[in-house]
């Protein structure tokens, strides 16, 4: 996996001094300049000195057995067991200083303050305040949703980038819920009235061969990216990354029926696949057999 400096996550010491989180390179890292970093690493026992993130950071043991830590946040003693899928949570801001006596493995996840912004919209009328947590604790949401990145990551991103900004926007809410006070009431939102869901898939229906962002499609919507995933959903039983990826299955059979004489990858760029890969593992999700398989059928 990449390991370039974009997806790579950084500290800043007492001296200001920006510095990789590790300087090791991680197992798998991920992310998006300027949205999140992703990485899964192992590091033996030792420890780091005060430090601060440029980011409130999620960090998740998957080892398979307990390490004890001795940690200061912000000049306060903390200890304990790093257990594995139990969480510990660091504010952006706060300054942590931390010792451990095993080896471990961890997945880690950067998210900037933007993102929230970014991902709740007009919902957000100050700016989102959360609260560090080292103290270990258990949430199945945020384990499947870190596992979901860190698959996303490994499988070259197949998925595709709706698919990423869909899962990001949710672990942000959820950060959101889970670490800041008063923020329940995001929880709700508006409804997706028929004629906006059917402007919706006119909308993506007519634009299946450019960039489909999150952001562009909740602009449409007057929603916030959250919002119109969750609308959507609640009102189609489909995510909308499932829905966008199914009309480009859908165009490429037609197009493989109506223009025989047209290269596949030609197809693929016709209906906005990101990649040949991601045309060839879609299209064969929804119609069971290869492109190509299909095309030799039909002629």
Known sequence: MSTDRLHRIFIRTDGEARTPYFAAPPIVSGGDK???AFEHRAVGAGSLGSHTFDAHVLMLPVGRDPVRFWSRLNGRPVSGLIEPGRFRFLAH?????????????GLFLTLP???????????VDRPIELVSRLTPH?????????????????????SGRLFEQSLMTTVTVHVSMSY???????????RLPRWKHQRLQEFIRERLSSDLNLNAL????????????RAFRAMTGKTLWQYVLECRAK???RLIVARRGQP????????????YSQFIAVFRKFYGQLPSEFRRSVT
């Open 93 to 105: 801001g706060d300054t942590l200083s931390t010792s451990w006596n095993r080896s471990l493995q």
């Open 218 to 229: 909740a602009a449409v919507m007057n929603m916030s990216p959250y919002h119109l995933g």
């Open 113 to 123: 303050q933007a993102l929230f912004a970014q991902a709740l919209g007009e919902s």
């Open 264 to 275: 596949l990858s030609s197809v693929a760029d016709a209906c906005g696949f990101e990649s």
């Open 251 to 253: 165009e490429a059979h």
């Open 180 to 190: 800041g006070a008063g923020r329940r009431g995001l929880l709700r939102g508006p």
């Open 34 to 36: 300027g949205s999140y």
């Open 138 to 158: 258990e949430d199945p949401l945020l384990v499947h949703l870190l596992q979901a990145i860190k698959a996303y990551t490994m499988g070259q991103r197949l």
